[in-house]
């Protein structure tokens, strides 16, 4: 009977010791191998096609409190980003705003007096503020300051002149990932240039340094 009690235990006690381990095993195997699976990859390149509104500044202030604009209008554009760092970026951008070409008169406000159409190209480099994320979801805000220009375009019945001109640029915004490699892009930016006709006129036309406010609003594509 003592022998077959010792050789019960010699049995039952390596089945238990390896039950036990079996699901510490499997549990160890499972986050191993799920562990890598979870991490998300780093994007290399977004592209953020988006939509906005601009304010222009005045060309050209006359006497008696007159000046030359255009008016506020809408603009479409696209961003390509690519990332250089985990939190700076290179982006160029290219926009495009066609506008009514207004003289302001004291009292009257702007009377439209023929169109305007702008292309704005830039390169600007991008610091991503890094904050908490929630899985796939996050809000990182960020910083841009660059340089480009700003091609001009004015039409009338008198006058018909386009003009590229040089323009610092500086914006901020805020990405809001909303899955994995898709978000959304909510920014502000400013433009500040000179319409300067001399160039291609030769006449003596410079106007004001002037700020070009744009708010835009669009989806980012990471890949």
Do not use: C, W
Request: aromatic share 8%; proline share 5%.
């Amino acid at each position: 009977m003592t022998s077959f009690i010792v050789r019960t235990r010699r049995v039952v006690t390596p089945l238990a010791l390896a039950l036990f381990a079996a699901p510490l095993a499997a549990q160890r195997t499972t986050t191993v191998s799920t562990g890598p699976a979870s991490t998300q990859k780093a994007s290399v390149f977004d592209v953020t096609p988006y939509a906005g509104y601009m304010h222009f500044g005045h060309y050209l202030d006359g006497p008696l409190g007159t000046s030359l604009k255009s008016a506020n209008a809408p603009v479409i554009g696209a961003q390509l980003g690519l990332a250089l760092g985990p939190n700076f970026g290179l982006i160029g951008n290219v926009a495009y705003g066609s506008a009514n070409l207004q003289v302001g008169v004291p009292i009257l406000g702007g009377v439209d007096v023929g169109t305007s159409k702008h292309v704005i190209y830039d390169a600007d480099l991008e610091y991503r503020v890094p904050m908490q994320s929630s899985g796939a979801q996050s809000i990182t805000p960020f910083v841009q300051a660059g340089a480009g220009a700003i091609s001009t375009k004015l039409e009338n019945s008198l006058v018909n002149t386009s003009a590229t001109n040089f323009a610092f640029n500086g914006g901020a915004g805020v990405d809001v990932t909303i899955g994995r490699g898709f978000g959304v892009r909510a920014m502000v930016k400013d433009y500040v240039g000179r319409f300067d006709v001399s160039g291609s006129t030769g006449l003596p036309v410079k106007g004001d340094m002037t700020h070009n406010i744009a708010g835009s609003l669009g989806v980012r594509l990471s890949f």
